[in-house]
Structure formats: C-alpha cells, structure tokens
C-alpha cells in the first residue's frame, strides 16, 4: 500500500509540476525527498540511501560529460560556419516541402551511425533545424521529426548503449535482435516517412530560404573547410570511434575554423564555449544563435537528480510488489501489452531512457516466454517510449540541443507507430495462433518462440 501511494504521489507531482510550468529539475528533487522518506520509514538509513543513490548517478557520469560536450559543440559550429555553410548550400540542394522529411532521415541515418540520440541531437538534429528554419518549415513539426529520427537509430543501432543493454538484460544477441528490430520497424519507418512528406508539402519556403543563404554568406566565410568539423563526426562514427571522442575531436577542429577561417579571437573561445553564439546580426540571429554548455545546464542536473533513482529503488525495492500484478495482465492481454503499459508507467516513473529500460525488464520478465521474445518487445516498448513522456530527460535534452519547442513531442510520428504497430500485430497474434508460422510473420521478424502460448510452463 505504502509503495502504490509513493508511486502515485510522485506521478500526481510530475503531471501537475509539467501543468503548472514548475522546472523539472525542481519536481524530480521533490521526488528524491520523497522516495528517501520512504526509504527511511521502512527501515534503511539516510547514509546507506544516499550512497545507493550516489552510486546510480556514478554511472551516468559519461553522459554528464556528453552533455557538456554537445552544448561547446552547438557553439562552435555556430561559430565556425559550419552550420551557416549547411544551411546556404541546402537552400539549393533540398526543396522545402522535402525539408520535414529529410530531417526525419537524416538523423536516422546519423543516429544508425552514432547509436545515440543525445549525439545526433547535438550534431544532425541542430543541422536540420537551421535548415528547416531557414526554408520556412515548421519548428514544432521539424522537431518531432527530428526527435523520431534521434530515436530510429538509438533504438536500433548495433552501437547503441540501450541496444547492448537490451540484449545484456534479456540474455539475447546482440545482432540477431537489431535484424529483428529493422523488420518490426520497416512498416512504421515508410508511414512516418509518408507522414512528414505530407506535413512537409505545407512548408511556403522559397524567397525566404534564398535571403537567409545570401545573409549568412555575408556574415561567414563559406569554404569548404567549415564543413571539417561536421564531416570528422560522420568518418569517426563510420569508423565505430566513441561518440565522445568523436564529438570532442569535432570541437577541436570546429575551435581551430572558428579562430582560422571565421576571425574568432583564441581569447574569446571560452565564453563562446560556454555561453554559446550570439551573431550581432539581427537577420541570422534567430537562425544561427545557441549552444552553450550553459545551454545544456538543466539538462544535466535532471540527469544527475533523477539517475539517483535507480539506485534508491534497488535499495527500497519500492517496485517489487508490481512483478505479479504485470504478469497477470500480461495473462489477460497480450505480453505485449503488459510491457507497453509498464514501460509507460516506468518512463513516467524513472525520467530517463535506461533506467526505465531496467525498470520494465525487472517487472516483464514473466511476461514472455524467451528473453528473445522480451527484448524485441523493450525495444518496441519503452526504448522508444521514454522520448514521448514530457518530463523525460530522453525528451528534453533533444529538443533542448536543437532548440526545438515543447510541443514538438506531437509530431514524433515514429515513436507514436511502432508501438501501435506492435500492439497491432500482438493482438492479431493472440487472435490467430498460426500466425508467426505464417511467411508475413517471418517477414516482419517473427517467429514461433514469441508466442508465450507454446513456451512450457514455469515450474
């Protein structure tokens, strides 16, 4: 009882801190004082939380590190003409109605390569919004778009960390779930695709882009060495390089054009650094000002109060009552959906992607017969759920690094069809147990083992 009740207060804050416009940071600390109370009440110390706590958020620590990292960059490929030079020669080379939609695949390409939603943000997504802005396209549809394409790759990435954490969870191959995961996701991937497509065709563009393109080639030297810094991100990552040393050597390259190419002064690098670009120019100042790590500032401290979460949980085993209750929906739906309602319940809950991945697992794993089975179902589940919860930091810190508004979570097309997609298909499969015998089955990445019907009772 004591567990529901926190549970319950904890979501009644989120839901009514994001209505009222209360700083998420502010509402997730509120939620750590109250999952301490709780520890305390049932016995443990406030030494031995906070050190459970302390330990979870030592293992964030590299994405802490990225987060910096990507706000210098923002900066400095602001700076270094590197976005100004994308930007100019995409005004020729891509018709605005096409602009939502190359958005949507470029950053699915970018995060197939990078294997993190957070990298691409910071890299292909800022690109893609200039670009947008520059054709006139909408900012809350780009960003959506934008937002899914993050999440397409993080998904299924053989690179990606919630990929291997998937398979290292369930017991699975690494491999054999991405060939799997790329099939579940063909169908949804080609309606999103048609989707943006057609919100792309409302985009005026036009005159508007071609000014913008003649203002920043006033204002930037547009040689082909402004696009080193963009171009070392796409080689290293196609050379499997960590995403973190792959953005830092970036930074230096974009750092090195800014003070060569562009004129920067080597003294006024760390405030550009640090509090972002600022263009003196009113035209290209909407298009071209941002970055920062300042900019990145709330979005490392909701990472860092929130992964002491996990360690919390653990500790309290705040969560352990929920096991049977899921599992015995599970019986009564599909697995399916037993996952999809715990990972949205556990997105809600944990505020960002991974914990909630090790939230659903611990709760799911009586729900499918084979860990197979269950990993396809996290990856259709909550790995592409935790970015359409509002507070979440998988949302936040992409549309915070390519200055995307609030509401473009509406538009993440993608991230909304392969869960409805997979509840689809499950559904059907309850209805018609021959079906993953059947050749559209093995085509969409099924196989006999999913159906939990066939697997042999637990002892």
């Not at 997504?125 to 899914?148: F, K, P, Q, R, Y």
């Not at 919390?312 to 705040?318: D, H, Q, V, Y």
Request: glycine letters at 10%; one cysteine or more.
């Amino acid at each position: 009882m004591a567990e529901t009740v926190t549970l319950g207060v904890f979501a009644a804050m989120l839901v009514a801190g994001t209505a009222m416009g209360v700083p998420l940071a502010a509402v997730l600390a509120g939620g750590l004082v109250l999952f301490l109370v709780y520890g305390v009440r049932r016995g443990d110390s406030l030494s031995e939380l906070a050190r459970a706590g302390a330990a979870s958020m030592r293992s964030v620590s590299s994405m802490l590190v990225l987060f910096m990292i990507a706000g210098a960059l923002a900066a400095a490929w602001r700076a270094s003409g590197t976005i100004a030079a994308i930007v100019s020669w995409s005004s020729v080379l891509i018709q605005p109605s096409a602009a939502v939609l190359a958005a949507f695949l470029l950053c699915c390409l970018m995060s197939l390569l990078m294997g993190t939603a957070f990298g691409t943000a910071a890299t292909m997504g800022v690109i893609c919004m200039a670009v947008s802005h520059a054709m006139g396209a909408n900012a809350l549809v780009t960003g959506g778009a934008v937002l899914a394409g993050c999440y397409f790759g993080d998904r299924c990435s053989p690179v990606s960390s919630s990929a291997v954490l998937v398979s290292q969870l369930t017991g699975t191959k690494l491999y054999d779930n991405v060939r799997r995961m790329l099939r579940t996701g063909l169908v949804p991937f080609l309606v999103a695709c048609a989707a943006y497509l057609a919100m792309g065709m409302q985009t005026k563009g036009g005159s508007s882009a071609a000014g913008v393109a003649a203002a920043l080639a006033e204002k930037f030297s547009l040689s082909w060495l402004v696009i080193l810094p963009a171009a070392l991100v796409v080689a290293l990552s196609l050379a499997r390089v960590n995403v973190l040393v792959a953005m830092a050597v970036s930074l230096g390259v974009a750092c090195v054009v800014c003070v060569g190419v562009q004129g920067v002064s080597p003294a006024d690098l760390p405030q550009l650094l640090v509090f972002g670009y600022h263009a003196a120019d009113p035209a290209v100042a909407p298009l071209i000002d941002g970055g920062g790590v300042v900019s990145m500032s709330n979005v490392t401290l909701v990472v860092g109060v929130s992964s002491t979460y996990a360690g919390i949980f653990k500790r309290t085993g705040l969560l352990d009552g929920a096991v049977g209750l899921v599992t015995g929906f599970s019986r009564r739906s599909t697995p399916f959906i037993g996952v999809l309602a715990t990972s949205v319940v556990s997105c809600m809950v944990a505020c960002n992607q991974t914990l909630a991945i090790m939230l659903t697992d611990q709760l799911c794993r009586r729900t499918e017969g084979t860990g197979s089975a269950l990993a396809l179902d996290l990856e259709n589940s909550v790995v592409i759920v935790s970015p359409l919860v509002p507070w979440s930091i998988s949302n936040v810190a992409v549309l915070s690094s390519v200055g995307a508004p609030a509401l473009s979570i509406v538009a993440a097309t993608f991230c909304y069809l392969l869960p409805l997609w997979t509840l689809a298909i499950s559904v059907w499969q309850r209805r018609r147990p021959e079906f993953p015998d059947s050749k559209p089955a093995q085509l969409l990445g099924l196989t006999p083992a999913d159906d939990v019907r066939r697997m042999p009772a637990a002892a």
